[in-house]
């Protein structure tokens, strides 16, 4: 088991900035990856991206470049910075912890771009 609290989200114009927090309640270099999502009403889940425990990433194609995940082993904690946000990255953005057997999910933490 393992809690995560997302934090970092709120109310931004288009084309600022956002850095997103997720804390774990315990080691996260146990995990096989750390991963961001984000959802929007109505809609499925969809990866925005992910950390392995050696530190590769992966991001979906249309992020690239705008988005990064980092991780500090030591703070147990996985970060998502967010620049030049438009107002379609709206959405709830959720924390997971991914084993070889389940994912584990934040809360959700709501992330509005007003253009």
């Known amino acids: 088991q393992v809690q995560l609290v997302e934090s970092g989200g709120g109310l931004v114009q288009a084309g600022g900035s956002l850095r997103l927090s997720c804390a774990a309640s315990?080691?996260?270099?146990?995990?096989?990856?750390m991963g961001w999502y984000r959802q929007t009403p109505g809609k499925q889940r969809d990866l925005v991206a992910r950390?392995?425990?050696?530190?590769?990433?992966a991001y979906a194609e249309s992020l690239k470049g705008r988005f990064t995940i980092s991780r500090d082993n030591a703070k147990n904690t996985v970060y998502l910075q967010m620049n030049s946000l438009k107002s379609e990255d709206t959405a709830v953005y959720y924390c997971?912890?991914?084993?070889?057997?389940?994912?584990?999910w934040g809360q959700g933490t709501q992330v509005t771009v007003s253009s």
């Open positions: 950390i392995t425990s050696s530190g590769n990433t």
């Open positions: 997971a912890a991914e084993s070889g057997l389940r994912n584990y």
């Open positions: 315990r080691n996260i270099f146990s995990f096989n990856r």
